[in-house]
C-alpha cells in the first residue's frame, strides 16, 4: 500500500469514528512495510499511529513493534536531521514504555535520550507507561526527571490516562508525586463514563478525588447523564457520593428533568425517593489557586477565578481550564491586563465562553463572534481575520456614533487586542478582542489641553503612568494644528513592536479605526494592538503597534499614507481595488479628487441636449437647460462612472497619475514634457472607448495640467487642497460667461469645497452648507460650484467700489457628516492657506504671491476670530485682515451691531419710498429671514414699516393687520426666531406655523399638512402680500422661472409693488426680468447689499494700514464698556460711506432707468460691469502716480480719521500693499465717475471728469 493511500486510509477511519477501521489499517501497512526496509516517512507514520493507539488496541501495539524492529537494525541516525532523530527517540521511548521494559528504557536514557520526548500526539514515554499500568517503568521515568503533569494534544495527562486504564496503584503512585488531576479534562471523560454506565471508571475518578458534580460543556453532571440513560447502578453510586438532584445544565434540565424526558421510571423513582429523604449533595468543589505560565498574571488570574466562582455561574474546573487557555493559550498581550482590572476581566471571560458555546453550536468552532452593547460599554470577539476586522471594526464604529448622539459630550476609549495563540484549543484561528468604553464629560475648549481636564476617567485610571507624557505631548501638538498629527515612537516596544501615534479630531465621532485597519492590511503589515483615546476637546489618539519584523521605512510610508488617508473621502466604489492591492494610497487619493473634478467641471455630453443648447436664445428657456444639464452631468459624471473608467483603463490611468506625480511629488520634481503629454493624449483616443470614458480620461489629464499648487504631497495637511488655473473654463462659457482669476478645491472625508475669486486682490464670504436628508444632500452636491460661482460673481458686480474684488468660498458638509461644522470650517481654512502661502515642500507653478480675504457667510460668523488668529499661527503676512467680520476684541466690526448691510439695504427703501412720496410709516411689508438673523434682526430695528409676514428657520410668522412691532423689536433685540413670538398678541387672522407641525388649520380654514414645506414656499402664498418684500434671508433661487408666476395675483397685478433684495440670490436673473416687465420695483443685490462688504472692506484696509501695536490698541475692543475713541469714530464714518456708495448707486440706476437704458435688475449689471472694466484700464495706467487725482479719489473712499492718524494720504499709501492702494484709487474713482457721470460715456467723458478732479481745466 502506497505511503498517501495509508494515510488516506486513517484519515476516512478516523473521520468514520472507528478505532478498529484505522487499528486494520495501520495494522496492514506494517505487515506489508514489513518486507522491505522502511523509510524515515513511514517511521514517522507509524510513530504516530503508535502513539496514538497503543493503550487501546493489541494489534496496533504490534503493528509498531514490527515497525520498530524492523527500523533498530536498518536506521543509520547520523542521517537523520534533528526533528527525525526526535521522532526516532520518542518512538522507541514510547514503544518499550508501553511495555514495561525497564533495561531498554534505562539503555536509552544513559546514550542521551530526552525522557521528555513526545510523539506526534504530544503524548510522552510516561502517558504510554501510565495507562498500560506498568508501575516500576512509571517508577523509573518519574525518578529520571519525567513530566508528570504534561498533557498531550488531547489534553490528557500521564494521571488521567492511568486512571481510565483502570490502574489504581499507578494513579496513586503519581498523585503521590505531584501529578494533579486536571478537572475539566476529567470531568468530560468521567462524564462519558457515567453515560456509558462504566461503574469502575467513575468509581476510580470518584476515588482520585474528582468531584460528583464536575459538569462538562453544556453543564450536565454525571448524574445528568447517567439518569438520561437510565443507568440505576451509576445513578445509586452518584447519588451516595452526593450528587446533587438540583443541578441544572445549560438547558435549565435537572437529572429528574432528564430521567422524566427518557421514561426511565425506575431511576426516576430513586431519584423522587432521594429529594424526598432530604438528600444532601456533596460540597461544591473548591477553587483550588491556578497557576500559569505567567507567575506575573497570577494574582490577577486568580482574582478572575474567584469572581466568578462567587458568582456560581461556571463550576470550578470549568473556570481551571477556561482561564488557563485564557491566560496562557491565547497569548493575549500583557498590555491587556495591565489595562483592564480583574472586575473588567470578568465580563470578558463569560463573553468568551459564551461566544465558544455558541460557535460550536453553529457547527464551526472557531467561526467566534460576539457582539455584547449596552449604554455604557461595548465587548467584540472575532476572529483575526481582514473580513471580520473590517466588520467588527464597522460595527464597533456604529455603535460609538450612534451612542455618541444620546449624549452631550462623550469621551470613549477603544482597545484591540489580537491573540498569538488560536482562539479554541487545537484550532487555526487566532481571536480578535475590542473593548470600547463610553462616559460623559464636562465640556471642554477646543484648545485645552490638560489630560487631567480633557481625559476620562478610565484613561486616567487605567493608563501606565509612563504614557502620560506621551499623550500629553501628542495632544499638545494636534491642539496647534488642523492636520492630524502623526509620530512612530523612536522606542521600539519589548515585544519589537513600533508604536505609530496619531492625533486627529473624530469625524462625527468615526474613530475611522475600520479605514485604518485597511490601510495597515493593504501595507502587508500587522497590527496586533490598537487604542483609541478620544479626548473632550475633540482630539482622539490612536496608538498602532506595529508588528517588530515591519521596517522603520515601511512604517514611515505607513504614516504617510494615514495621514493621506484621513484627509480623503471614503469610496466604497474604490476601496475594494484599494484592498486588493490594486491601487495605492495616493492613486486612491488622486482618484477622488479627479472625480470631483470631472463631476463639478464637465459639460454634459449627451448630444441632444448639446444640440438642443446649441440653438436655444431665449434666456429662460436656456437657464432651464442649464439646470437640466445639472442632472445630466451628476448622472453622466458621478464617482461610480468615473471609477468604472478607470478600472477599464488601469494602465492608462497609472500613466496619467505618473504625470501628476512627476509634476508634483517634490522627490520627482519632473513636469512632463509636451510630447510626452501627447502621447498620453493619443493613448487616451487609441486604448479608452470613445464617448464617456475618453472624455473622463481627457479630464483627468486635463486636471494635471490646471492644478498650479497642491498640498496634496505634503505631510501636515487637514484636507487635500488644489490651487487651479482657471483658463479650463473658457470651454464651457455657456456656464461661466466671466473666468475668474483663481479656484481652491479642497476636500476631506468630512467635506469638500471651493473658493473662487475673481481678481488676485479679493474678499468674500464662506458659507457652511447643510443638508437636512439624503435628497438635500444630492442637490447641495450637484449644484456646489455653479453657486459658488454665481455667488462669487455676484459679489464681483458688489465689490465694484471697493478694493477687494469679488469671492466666495463653500463648503459642503458630508452627507453623514453634519456634525461638528466647526471642524470642517477649520480644514476647509488650513488647506487653503497651505496653497496661498509659501512653503518650500510645495512645488508652486502659479508663482505668484497671493492675496486673499475671506469674511463671514451662513453658519460661519462665528468662525472668523479663530480663522484671523489660525493665519497668524501660519505666518500669513496679511493675517490682521485675513477675516473680517471677526469680534471686536481682535479688531472687527460686526455688521449686525453697526447694521452695516442693512444700511444700505434700507437705503434703496428710503429713497425709493422719498421719490414716490410715500411715508414709510403706512407702508406694509413682508420679509424673509428672521428676528434671529443680522439682516433680518436689523431690518426690523431700522424700518418704520407696517410688517404683515415673516419667515425664517423656526416657521412663518403671519398678521394681516401687521405684527405687533414692539414684540417685534423685542424679538430681534434678542436675536430670536419667530417661534418666539407672543402670539396672544396676534389680531384675528394672525398666526404662527412652525416647521414641525403637521395638520394645522389656518384662520382662513385652510389646512397646512407639513409645516417646512408650508413655510418653504410660502413667500409664493397668496398671503404673502404687501407694498414692499425684502428678502433679508432663504436659500438662492426661491423665486426663479418656474414658480415666478405665484407672485402675481389672478389679474395679472403683483402682490408686491417693491421688492428690495437683502439676501443674495433669491431671486434668478429670468424671474427679476418677469418681475419687472409685470410691474414690480426690483432693486437686485449687488446694488442693495453691498454695506456688509463696504464696512469689512474699511475693516481691512484699517488692519493693512496699522502695524501690530497702533491695531492693538486703536481697533480691539477689549472692554465693551470702554470702546477706544479711534474706533467708535472709525465705524461710525464706515456708516456714512456706506449710506453714501448706496445713495450714489441708487440715483445712478434711477437715472439710467429713466433714461430707457434697461431694467433696473440689468443696469445693476451694467453698472458694475462698466465699473470694473473702468477699474482694470485705471490700474493698467499711469494715473496712481498723478498724485493730483491719486490722493482725492483715496481721501473720498477712506474713513477720515484713519488719514488723520497716519498723517497724510501718502502716508497712507506707504503703509499699505502697493497692489492694494493702487486697488483702493482705481475703484474709487472709477465707481465715482461712472455714478455721476453715468453709463453712456466714453473715454473724452472720462477724461474730462479726471481734469475737473485735479483742477485742471
Avoid at 9 to 27: C, D, K, N, Y
Avoid at 857 to 863: N, R, S, V, W
Avoid at 969 to 977: F, V
Wanted: hydrophobic fraction near 40%; charge should be negative.
Amino acid at each position: 500500500m502506497a505511503l498517501h493511500m495509508w494515510r488516506a486510509a486513517i484519515s476516512t477511519a478516523l473521520r468514520a469514528g472507528s478505532l478498529a477501521r484505522a487499528s486494520s489499517a495501520v495494522a496492514s501497512s506494517a505487515y506489508v512495510a514489513a518486507a522491505r526496509p522502511l523509510t524515515m516517512s513511514s517511521a514517522k507514520v507509524f510513530t504516530l499511529a503508535g502513539a496514538r493507539f497503543a493503550s487501546s488496541s493489541p494489534v496496533l501495539r504490534q503493528a509498531a513493534a514490527n515497525a520498530v524492529d524492523e527500523i533498530g537494525p536498518s536506521v543509520d541516525k547520523s542521517k537523520l536531521n534533528k526533528t527525525e532523530r526526535r521522532l526516532y527517540d520518542a518512538m522507541q521511548l514510547c514503544w518499550h514504555s508501553s511495555r514495561g521494559d525497564i533495561n531498554a528504557l534505562r539503555a536509552l536514557v544513559s546514550h542521551g535520550v530526552d525522557i521528555n520526548a513526545a510523539d506526534y500526539d504530544a503524548r510522552s514515554a510516561l502517558h504510554l507507561a501510565a495507562s498500560e499500568g506498568r508501575l516500576e517503568a512509571v517508577k523509573f521515568l518519574v525518578k529520571n526527571g519525567a513530566a508528570v503533569n504534561v498533557t498531550d494534544r488531547f489534553g490528557s495527562s500521564p494521571v488521567l490516562d492511568s486512571i481510565k486504564g483502570q490502574h489504581p496503584e499507578t494513579t496513586k503512585y503519581l498523585l503521590g508525586h505531584g501529578a494533579v488531576l486536571d478537572q475539566i479534562v476529567a470531568a468530560s471523560d468521567m462524564c462519558a463514563a457515567a453515560a456509558e454506565n462504566d461503574l469502575v471508571t467513575v468509581k476510580a475518578f470518584l476515588d482520585s478525588g474528582v468531584s460528583v458534580n464536575v459538569c462538562d460543556y453544556d453543564a450536565r453532571t454525571p448524574l445528568h447523564l447517567a439518569a438520561a440513560n437510565g443507568h440505576a447502578g451509576m445513578v445509586e453510586l452518584l447519588l451516595d457520593a452526593g450528587a446533587d438532584l438540583e443541578a441544572k445544565d445549560r438547558f435549565d434540565g435537572t437529572p429528574v428533568t432528564d430521567a422524566s424526558r427518557s421514561d426511565n421510571n425506575q431511576v426516576l423513582e430513586m431519584l423522587t425517593k432521594a429529594r424526598d429523604s432530604g438528600h444532601t449533595a456533596a460540597p461544591r468543589a473548591p477553587l483550588e489557586k491556578l497557576s500559569g505560565s505567567n507567575p506575573a498574571q497570577e494574582e490577577h488570574m486568580n482574582a478572575v477565578a474567584q469572581m466568578l466562582y462567587e458568582q456560581g455561574v461556571f463550576r470550578a474546573s470549568l473556570i481551571r481550564s477556561e482561564l488557563s487557555h485564557y491566560y496562557d493559550k491565547l497569548e493575549l498581550h500583557r498590555m491587556y491586563f495591565n489595562r483592564f482590572t480583574p472586575e473588567e476581566v470578568v465580563g470578558h471571560v463569560q463573553g468568551y465562553v459564551a461566544a465558544k458555546r455558541l460557535a460550536a453550536q453553529s457547527g464551526s468552532a472557531e467561526a467566534i463572534k460576539l457582539n455584547m452593547e449596552n449604554e455604557s460599554s461595548a465587548f467584540y470577539l472575532s476572529a483575526a481575520r481582514q473580513d471580520a476586522r473590517e466588520e467588527t471594526e464597522q460595527r464597533l464604529e456604529t455603535y460609538i456614533k450612534q451612542l455618541s448622539e444620546t449624549r452631550s459630550n462623550p469621551v470613549y476609549s477603544v482597545s484591540h487586542f489580537t491573540s498569538k495563540g488560536t482562539a479554541v484549543p487545537y484550532g487555526s484561528a487566532r481571536l480578535g478582542l475590542y473593548v470600547v468604553d463610553m462616559e460623559d464629560h464636562k465640556p471642554c475648549a477646543m484648545e485645552d489641553t490638560e489630560l487631567t481636564k480633557i481625559a476620562s476617567k478610565h484613561f486616567l485610571r487605567e493608563t501606565a503612568p509612563k504614557l502620560l507624557p506621551r499623550y500629553q505631548s501628542i495632544i499638545d501638538a494636534a491642539v496647534k494644528r488642523m492636520s492630524p498629527v502623526i509620530e512612530v515612537h523612536p522606542r521600539r516596544g519589548h515585544d519589537g513592536s513600533i508604536p505609530l501615534l496619531v492625533a486627529a479630531r473624530p469625524l462625527s465621532h468615526n474613530t475611522s479605526l475600520a479605514d485604518i485597519s485597511k490601510l495597515i492590511f493593504a501595507s502587508n503589515l500587522v497590527c496586533e494592538r490598537k487604542l483609541v483615546e478620544s479626548f473632550a476637546n475633540g482630539i482622539a489618539v490612536y496608538t498602532l503597534y506595529i508588528g517588530g519584523e515591519a521596517s522603520d521605512a515601511a512604517v514611515k510610508e505607513l504614516a504617510d499614507l494615514i495621514s493621506l488617508q484621513l484627509t480623503m473621502p471614503v469610496s466604497p466604489h474604490l476601496s475594494p481595488y484599494f484592498l486588493q492591492g490594486q491601487i495605492s494610497a495616493r492613486e486612491y487619493a488622486y482618484i477622488s479628487a479627479v472625480t470631483k473634478y470631472v463631476s463639478y467641471f464637465s459639460p454634459a455630453t449627451v448630444v441632444d441636449y448639446q444640440a438642443l443648447l446649441d440653438v436655444e436664445t431665449d434666456p429662460v428657456k436656456r437657464r432651464r437647460l442649464l439646470g437640466v444639464g445639472k442632472h445630466l452631468r451628476a448622472s453622466q459624471f458621478s464617482e461610480p462612472a468615473v471609477v468604472k473608467t478607470i478600472v477599464r483603463n488601469f494602465q492608462l490611468f497609472k500613466s496619467i497619475f505618473g504625470a501628476f506625480d512627476a509634476r508634483f511629488n517634490p522627490a520627482v520634481a519632473a513636469t512632463p514634457s509636451a510630447e510626452e503629454i501627447a502621447a498620453l493624449e493619443e493613448r487616451i483616443a487609441s486604448e479608452a472607448s470613445v464617448g464617456d470614458e475618453q472624455h473622463i480620461l481627457s479630464e483627468t489629464l486635463e486636471f494635471n495640467s490646471s492644478v498650479v499648487k497642491t498640498n496634496f504631497y505634503k505631510t501636515r495637511r487637514a484636507a487635500v487642497s488644489f490651487r487651479l488655473n482657471p483658463q479650463f473654463l473658457s470651454d464651457y462659457s455657456h456656464m461661466f460667461p466671466d473666468i475668474p482669476y483663481g479656484i481652491i478645491m479642497s476636500m476631506a472625508n468630512d467635506f469638500h469645497g471651493f473658493h473662487v475669486r475673481f481678481r488676485d486682490v479679493a474678499r468674500g464670504g464662506v458659507r457652511l452648507i447643510k443638508s437636512r436628508d439624503e435628497a438635500a444632500y444630492a442637490k447641495n452636491y450637484e449644484a456646489l460650484f455653479v453657486e459658488n460661482y454665481n455667488l462669487a460673481h455676484t459679489q464681483n458686480l458688489k465689490n465694484k467700489d471697493i478694493p477687494e474684488f469679488g469671492s466666495k468660498g463653500t463648503i459642503l458638509l458630508g452627507q453623514d457628516r453634519q456634525a461638528q461644522p466647526e471642524l470642517k470650517f477649520r480644514k476647509y481654512i488650513s488647506s487653503v492657506l497651505d496653497v496661498i502661502i509659501d512653503d518650500e515642500s510645495i512645488l508652486d507653478y502659479h508663482g505668484q504671491p497671493e492675496v486673499l480675504f475671506l469674511g463671514p457667510d451662513e453658519h460661519t460668523a462665528d468662525l472668523m476670530e479663530w480663522a484671523c488668529l489660525y493665519a497668524k499661527h501660519r505666518g500669513y503676512p496679511y493675517w490682521k485682515a485675513f477675516t473680517t467680520g471677526k469680534p471686536p476684541s481682535i479688531g472687527g466690526i460686526p455688521h449686525d451691531t453697526y447694521g452695516m448691510t442693512t444700511r444700505s439695504v434700507h437705503k434703496f427703501v428710503t429713497e425709493a419710498l422719498a421719490d414716490a412720496g410715500i411715508d414709510e410709516s403706512t407702508v406694509t411689508k413682508v420679509q424673509t429671514g428672521g428676528p434671529d438673523g443680522d439682516l433680518g434682526s436689523n431690518e426690523i430695528l431700522i424700518s418704520k414699516d407696517i410688517t404683515k409676514a415673516i419667515v425664517d428657520g423656526s416657521g412663518v410668522l403671519y398678521d394681516p393687520n401687521g405684527l405687533d412691532r414692539t414684540e417685534l423689536e423685542r424679538l430681534a433685540r434678542g436675536r430670536l426666531m419667530g417661534e418666539a413670538f407672543d402670539q396672544s398678541k396676534l389680531s384675528e387672522g394672525g398666526f404662527f406655523v412652525n416647521v414641525d407641525d403637521t395638520d394645522v388649520t389656518l384662520p382662513n380654514g385652510e389646512k397646512v399638512r407639513a409645516g417646512d414645506a408650508f413655510r418653504n414656499g410660502f413667500h409664493l402664498h397668496p398671503l404673502f402680500e404687501a407694498d414692499l418684500f425684502v428678502p433679508c434671508g432663504g436659500r438662492p433661487e426661491s423665486i426663479n422661472a418656474s414658480n415666478v408666476a405665484s407672485v402675481f395675483k389672478e389679474d395679472g397685478t403683483p402682490r408686491f409693488k417693491y421688492l428690495v433684495e437683502g439676501a443674495n440670490l433669491f431671486v434668478t436673473p429670468e424671474a427679476r426680468t418677469i418681475l419687472e416687465d409685470g410691474g414690480v420695483v426690483v432693486f437686485k443685490d449687488a446694488s442693495t447689499n453691498k454695506g456688509g462688504v463696504t464696512s469689512s472692506s474699511k475693516e481691512v484696509l484699517a488692519a493693512l494700514t496699522l502695524d501690530d501695536e497702533e491695531f492693538d490698541k486703536l481697533m480691539c475692543v477689549k472692554d465693551p464698556d470702554n470702546v477706544p475713541e479711534f474706533y467708535d469714530t472709525y465705524a461710525t464714518q464706515i456708516q456714512d460711506l456706506v449710506e453714501e456708495n448706496a445713495r450714489l448707486e441708487y440715483r445712478a440706476l434711477v437715472k439710467e432707468h429713466a433714461a430707457g437704458r434697461g431694467r433696473r435688475t440689468e443696469l445693476t449689471d451694467v453698472l458694475s460691469s462698466k465699473i470694473n472694466v473702468l477699474v482694470d484700464a485705471i490700474e493698467d495706467s499711469d494715473l496712481f502716480e498723478n498724485h493730483a487725482i491719486r490722493d482725492p479719489m483715496l481721501a473720498r473712499c477712506v474713513p477720515p480719521i484713519l488719514i488723520e492718524h497716519v498723517g497724510s494720504v501718502q502716508a497712507l499709501v506707504d503703509r499699505l500693499p502697493e497692489a492694494y492702494a493702487k486697488a483702493m484709487f482705481s475703484s474709487s474713482l472709477a465707481s465715482y465717475y461712472v455714478y455721476t457721470s453715468g453709463i453712456a460715456t466714453n473715454e473724452f467723458s472720462f477724461f474730462d471728469f479726471v481734469r475737473k478732479v485735479i483742477g485742471d481745466e
